[in-house]
């Protein structure tokens, strides 16, 4: 079975500071990893996505993901962060090797201060 | 292009109530997903069609809820009859074919069971 941990409810971060928001995974064969963000009262966006390749995987608006195989972990990170940021996110993963089914964490609440 | 249109966005129904709501996928996307999100929750699967077929639909409560996708285009998710517990937002995505992309989401159907 897969799964995905994301482990803080909430991330509080200053506009203009770097930001965090922490993905595990657990997957039996290649993990394919997805960032989404979802604003209120509005379906999740694609921000990026992990398939092979580079570690580090850029994507929308500033935000980037480094994949470590070693720890399974997708962390998602902006070198600086916006109040416009703030929304909910949500790291998912998929098997590669094993069905289509893509498996949601239960989301962080990044809160962007001025 | 146009994204993954859903309606209604809003429904408040009283239990035992039958429900039903509809999907219209991204033209040319053959995969279409249904979710289910609770507040405070990432999106749980609960049915998955490419093109007519439903392939996964494993999380889908039977007993109650039905879904079709007639021609492989729009889709419908019906529950008869409703539950308190049904309240939730139902997300309809849809992907281009196979899974290694990522999937485009609809705003969502917000589901109030009284």
């Known amino acids: 079975a897969q799964s995905v941990a994301q482990p803080e409810d909430q991330v509080n971060v200053a506009e203009g500071n770097p930001l965090t928001v922490k993905c595990t995974y657990s997957?039996?064969?290649?993990?394919?990893l997805f960032w989404y963000v979802q604003y209120p009262n509005r379906g999740l966006q694609f921000l990026l996505k992990?398939?092979?390749?580079?570690?580090l995987v850029k994507g929308s608006y500033g935000f980037e993901a480094e994949f470590n195989k070693s720890q399974t972990s997708f962390h998602l990170k902006k070198p600086s962060a916006l109040v416009s940021d703030s929304a909910l996110y949500f790291c998912?993963?998929?098997?590669?090797?094993?069905?289509?089914?893509?498996?949601f964490g239960g989301g962080t609440r990044l809160m962007v201060k001025p | 292009e146009a994204g993954v249109v859903q309606s209604p966005r809003y429904k408040i129904i009283e239990k035992k109530q039958p429900v039903a709501f509809w999907c219209n996928p991204i033209?040319?996307?053959?995969?279409l997903y249904w979710y289910l999100q609770n507040l405070g929750q990432g999106p749980e699967l609960l049915i998955r069609?490419?093109?007519?077929?439903?392939?996964?639909d494993s999380q889908l409560p039977k007993d109650r809820f039905s879904a079709e996708r007639l021609k492989g285009v729009d889709s419908t998710l019906k529950i008869q009859p409703a539950e308190l517990g049904d309240s939730a937002v139902y997300l309809c995505?849809?992907?281009?074919?196979?899974?290694?992309?990522?999937?485009?989401f609809g705003p969502g159907t917000r589901l109030t069971v009284t």
């Open positions: 069609y490419e093109n007519e077929e439903a392939v996964d």
């Open positions: 997957v039996s064969g290649n993990p394919y």
């Open positions: 033209s040319g996307h053959n995969t």
């Open positions: 992990y398939i092979t390749g580079d570690n």
């Open positions: 995505a849809s992907s281009p074919q196979g899974m290694m992309g990522e999937q485009y």
């Open positions: 998912a993963v998929r098997d590669g090797n094993a069905g289509n089914m893509l498996t």
